[in-house]
């Protein structure tokens, strides 16, 4: 019998003052309540992820790029998912640097595998991160999904105790879980059945 995808829920804002762990750890216990997945929460403000990188792409080095030792509980974690649901805010029209460089810090860690994008924001609602995102991921080899959900102003959207208070969030939520869930198994199929060409 096959174990549950593994999805990580990534809060993409090391931001002073950040929506992010509102939204990340929210996205995660939507998941939970799906049912069927493995969800591990990842904070990026707990990982050392520097903006300069070393000269040999990520793609090229494979095992042997060096990544500083404090961003191993960070590969290990990316490696280990089936799929991810990545939370980013819009700063200036995109999403932010911590998110970037994670990114790029890594590379077979995203292939093949599934990204759900939750975004939150002013009145586009991140939306805009969201678009920026879906080439890049798509760069990577990642499978970006076609369910979104974002939270336009989202600080208007949070009950007393500063969670979503919108019931809407949860259905739209439910379904992009559904398409994550569906991708992530069927792709982890996949990679274990034929190595990834890419």
Request: aromatic letters at 10%; zero cysteines.
């Amino acid at each position: 019998m096959n174990t549950p995808p593994r999805i990580a829920v990534i809060t993409a804002s090391v931001r002073e003052g950040r929506g992010g762990p509102i939204f990340g750890s929210w996205m995660a216990e939507q998941a939970e309540t799906y049912g069927g997945l493995e969800v591990e929460l990842i904070d990026l403000a707990d990982h050392e992820i520097p903006l300069s990188l070393p000269a040999e792409s990520p793609k090229a080095a494979g095992d042997d790029y060096p990544r500083p030792e404090g961003q191993r509980d960070l590969t290990d974690a990316l490696e280990a998912a089936d799929g991810f649901v990545i939370v980013t805010p819009e700063y200036n029209h995109s999403y932010p640097a911590s998110l970037k460089s994670a990114l790029d810090w890594h590379f077979t860690q995203w292939q093949a595998k599934p990204v759900a994008l939750v975004s939150y924001g002013g009145d586009s609602g991140g939306r805009h991160a969201a678009l920026h995102l879906e080439n890049v991921l798509t760069e990577l080899h990642a499978h970006p999904l076609q369910a979104r959900l974002a939270f336009p102003r989202y600080w208007e959207r949070l009950d007393e105790d500063g969670r979503p208070n919108d019931p809407e969030s949860a259905v739209y939520a439910k379904a992009m879980l559904a398409q994550l869930a569906w991708w992530a198994d069927a792709l982890r199929t996949a990679r274990r059945d034929a190595p990834y060409p890419g």
